[in-house]
């Protein structure tokens, strides 16, 4: 079959004809408008059940003041304890010589004496109080650094010096093989990165398919696309309403990260909003290991791009297969079900650190468009790996129009039981001649 501008004749009808049914739908106005306000509202509440306020964020003791009897030659920095944010409603206060008495409720008595080997810090609280455990963890900890710090400063350390030898590090044991490939890029960050870019690609596939595929079926059920062919081509139909559900769910889309992201700029005004920036950083979103910049916007538009062509050609396939309302399901299972299996194999390649298991899912045409962006993003393949992952993905776009084009004439005037794959790949193979 020889495709000519003529197959694509009332394209633009069919394009308007669906967008303006989409946009005039209640349904999915107020899906549209609820999905919104959620967005809107996002920000505060994550905040508030955060803890978050805009008030300090951090809580402060219960002790009231801490007398500190210092039995060591040094001399430690009191109004550097009271700076702690956590101690800032804490007296702290040095004593000459240990005492004897219980200390006053609300009070804590510290013990700094030097021990064999080294120093120990005692601390002693009044019968009545009970703290906490972490509290009290938290006031050894603070004695403990200053008292570092001092020894530290009795043999002339700078205090750049003394962070610098105070500073927490961890420890951890890997093989030389796994040293000699470890990337720049943590797995925590590589999980974040393609958990969130799945859960897109996923969402839109998904209502992709939705969208068409019950489209397609309630025409064909209602009779309508016998009418609509007398004017438009059968291969215009289907392209009208991909490209009609494309601008309206990319619409949808955007309106709700704008809106999430007025919801961020708002709540800043007043709220604590650092949390969100924490967990960012946590996850090491926004690393130097990361490819990000301006043209990350892009490299992800496309993959959405040709990741929604996939779909949605699959989608209307299936969903023309079909002849009654009774069989939609059955039409969006078979779009559903490559999604999911395409998503659920993308959550499971961050787990393989090698750069080979990287490429080749970032080649696999369907995978690749869950895994490709990432892949880049992360570092383990180059621009030109992903170009051409675009390149074979783009050719399996246009092999399923291709095919479309061949089966949608006689799909579109089929009545009967649904089509199965091998009716599908006869009706494919038939001269041009029986088509329609």
Avoid at 6 to 21: E, H, N, P, Q, W
Avoid at 51 to 62: D, E, I, K, M, T
Avoid at 64 to 74: D, H, K, L, Q, S
Avoid at 340 to 352: G, H, W
């Amino acid at each position: 079959m020889k495709l000519s501008k003529f197959d694509f004749t009332g394209t633009g009808k069919v394009f308007r004809f669906t967008l303006a049914t989409h946009v005039k739908n209640k349904a999915n106005l107020i899906s549209l408008i609820i999905l919104i306000l959620l967005a809107l509202a996002s920000v505060p509440i994550a905040v508030i059940f955060s803890g978050g306020s805009s008030a300090v964020p951090v809580q402060s003791s219960s002790i009231r003041a801490v007398y500190i009897a210092n039995e060591t030659p040094f001399s430690l920095d009191l109004d550097a304890l009271s700076t702690d944010a956590y101690f800032s409603n804490t007296q702290f206060a040095a004593l000459s010589a240990p005492q004897d008495a219980d200390p006053e409720p609300g009070s804590i008595y510290a013990e700094i004496r030097a021990q064999d080997p080294g120093y120990r810090i005692a601390l002693r609280c009044a019968p009545d109080d009970t703290w906490s455990d972490s509290e009290l963890a938290q006031l050894k900890s603070a004695l403990t650094h200053a008292f570092d710090n001092a020894r530290l400063a009795a043999v002339g350390a700078q205090q750049a010096q003394a962070q610098l030898v105070s500073a927490a590090f961890s420890t951890e044991l890997v093989t030389q093989r796994d040293f000699l490939s470890a990337s720049d890029v943590s797995f925590d960050t590589k999980f974040a990165v393609q958990y969130g870019y799945s859960i897109f690609v996923m969402m839109l596939s998904t209502m992709a398919a939705s969208y068409i595929a019950r489209a397609i079926v309630e025409e064909k059920a209602s009779k309508l696309v016998e009418l609509l062919t007398v004017s438009v081509r059968p291969l215009a139909l289907i392209l009208g309403k991909i490209l009609a559900v494309m601008v309206f769910i990319f619409g949808m889309f955007l309106a709700i990260i704008l809106a999430f992201f007025l919801s961020y700029t708002v709540s800043s005004n007043f709220l604590n909003v650092s949390s969100f920036s924490q967990l960012l950083s946590s996850f090491g979103i926004g690393s130097q290991g990361l490819n990000l910049s301006p043209m990350t916007v892009l490299i992800v538009l496309v993959s959405l791009v040709l990741a929604y062509f996939t779909f949605s050609i699959l989608s209307g396939i299936s969903g023309t297969c079909c002849s009654s309302m009774e069989e939609i399901d059955r039409a969006q299972l078979t779009s559903i079900l490559v999604i999911m299996s395409a998503y659920i194999v993308s959550m499971i390649v961050p787990a393989f650190e090698s750069g080979t298991a990287s490429v080749i899912v970032s080649l696999f045409p369907v995978l690749s468009v869950f895994c490709a962006p990432v892949s880049y993003v992360c570092g383990n393949i180059s621009f030109a790996l992903l170009c051409l992952s675009w390149g074979i993905q783009a050719l399996v776009v246009a092999g399923l129009a291709l095919f479309c084009a061949r089966v949608y004439n006689e799909l579109l005037i089929h009545r009967g039981s649904r089509v199965t794959l091998r009716q599908l790949f006869a009706m494919a193979k038939r001269p041009a001649k029986e088509d329609a």
